[in-house]
Structure formats: C-alpha cells, structure tokens
C-alpha cells in the first residue's frame, strides 16, 4: 500500500536545481537530497557550486555539482544530456537561479534604480538570467522529459511577480529613496507566464509545470526594513529560508501528480491583503 510519505519520496530519482548555491537554491538541493533524489547543483561557476554539492555527500546524500551559464543554450543542453546519461532520466528541476539585488551583492542597489533613469543594460541582464534562462533550463529538460513521458517542472516566482513593490519598505530616514528595480516584478511576472504556457503545451501528458511564489525571506536584513516588512505581512515576520522547503518538495514529487500550471504562494499572507 502506498502512502502519503511514499508519494513525497524522491528516491531514485534525478533533480536539476539552479541557483543551487543561493539562500534557497541550498535549502532546495538538501530538502530533494533528503528526500532520496540525485541533486544536481547548478551555479553560473563550478566554484559556486561544489561547496554545497560536497556538503550534501559528506551528509551522505547523492549530489553533484556543475557549472552552467543558464543564458547559453548549448551548456544548458548540454547539462541536461548529462543528467540523462549519468542517472538514465531526468524528473525535476527547479528554476531557482536569478538577478536578485536583496541576495546578490554583484548586483546590489547602485544608485537609486529609479525608473526613469533604469539603464537599458541592466535590463537586459536581468532579463537575460531571470527570464531567458528559465525558458532554457525549461527546454532542455522538458526535451529528455519527453523522452520518458513524465517530469516536473518548478518555476521560482516571488511575490513581486503577483503584485507591485511596495516601495515604500525600502525608505531610510534621511537617506535618498532607493527602489525595488524594474526588472524583478517584470521578469518573475513572467515566469508566472511561461510556467502556464509549459503546462498547457504538455496537456494530456505526465509533464507538469507549475511556479512556487515566496514572500520575502530573512538574509540578515537591518532592523528597519525588517520592521517595515513585517508590518505589511500579514503573519507578522519575514519568512525562515527553510519555510519554502515543504512546498518545492511537494511539486518535485509525485505528491502534486495532479497539479500543473498553478502557483503555490508562500508568502506569510502578503497578497492576501
């Protein structure tokens, strides 16, 4: 007889994570190593990766670490191909790698990042990661997925893809306005667009794609924004990085076979407002 923890089991089974070795890219290859998967930990450098790959095998989970620019298409195929041939199939993957200024310090608020003045660089950067390399990271996986009729797809949205920074949890008294940038509302809404548009494509198969939408998580944010954070969530606080670990395993696994092109929010009631 199968049960509930049976259906949450990623036993024998391969995963992609990009963005493997960021605040929740990490929790999401311990949480699928766990679970029983062979976790592929993907960073834009090996270097980045293979801290958190070894830990996972030191813990005596099934990890490995690869180095994939995800805006080039050839590398992302290429990883794909090699997930196939190492493990024999290719079950999930989880679109975690992106531009995000509160996480990425090479990316960091630089200026006020009005929109008015937004550079046209920029944008396209982020674009470029946020958005291309998640259709392309989708493709290639989706490609072996046809090959064996089944697979999940986990799209990594945010909270700000469902509704407009509020802008005004990022003042600092006496310090000049600094913004959320344009391009993380735009590009995580359409992640929410191409999770869709994945599900529909495989109608009728046993290739499901759906998103995950986080609300804010705590990275050692200062006092003030942490208060003004809080008192717009409805829970209270800023969510744990552990707290979206339930729910990405849940798409991975054959515990969600019957969900696809939907958005499970995590966000401590912040859109429910």
């Given amino acids: 007889m199968t049960t509930i923890f049976d259906k949450f ?3 024998g089974k391969s995963a992609l994570v990009t963005g493997g070795a960021g605040l929740l890219g990490r929790e999401f290859c311990r949480t699928l190593a766990e679970a029983g998967a062979r976790v592929y930990v993907a960073e834009i450098s090996l270097a980045l990766a293979a801290p958190v790959a070894e ?3 030191k813990a005596g989970y099934q990890a490995k670490a690869v180095g994939v620019d995800i805006t080039q298409p050839a590398v992302v195929r290429q990883v794909a191909e090699q997930i196939v041939d190492e493990t024999g199939h ?6 975690s790698a992106a531009l995000d200024p509160k996480f990425d310090p090479t990316h960091a608020f630089t200026g006020n990042n009005a929109f008015e003045d937004y550079p046209l660089k920029s944008w396209q950067e982020a674009v470029d990661v946020n958005l291309t390399g998640a259709f392309l990271v989708s493709q290639a996986a989706a490609r072996e997925m046809v090959k064996q009729g089944k697979g999940s797809i986990i799209n990594i949205c945010s909270m700000y893809g469902l509704v407009g920074p ?11 306005q600094i913004y959320k940038p344009v391009y993380y509302p735009v ?3 359409g992640i929410l667009g191409l999770t869709r548009y994945i599900a529909t494509y495989y109608a009728g198969t046993q290739i499901r794609a759906n998103a995950l939408t986080p609300g804010g998580v705590f990275n050692n944010n200062d006092e003030l924004f942490l208060k003004q954070y809080s008192a717009r969530a409805v829970m209270g606080r800023m969510a744990k990085k552990d707290e979206m670990n339930g729910a990405v395993l849940f798409l991975a696994s054959d515990a969600s076979s019957y969900m696809t092109g939907s958005n499970l929010v995590v966000d401590g009631g912040w859109t429910a407002w």
């Fill in 55 to 57: 830990e996972l095998v």
């Fill in 187 to 189: 590009t995580k809404a």
């Fill in 9 to 11: 089991s990623m036993q």
């Fill in 166 to 176: 509020d802008q005004r949890i990022y003042e600092k008294p006496g310090q000049a």
């Fill in 90 to 95: 290719f079950d999930a993957v989880v679109n």
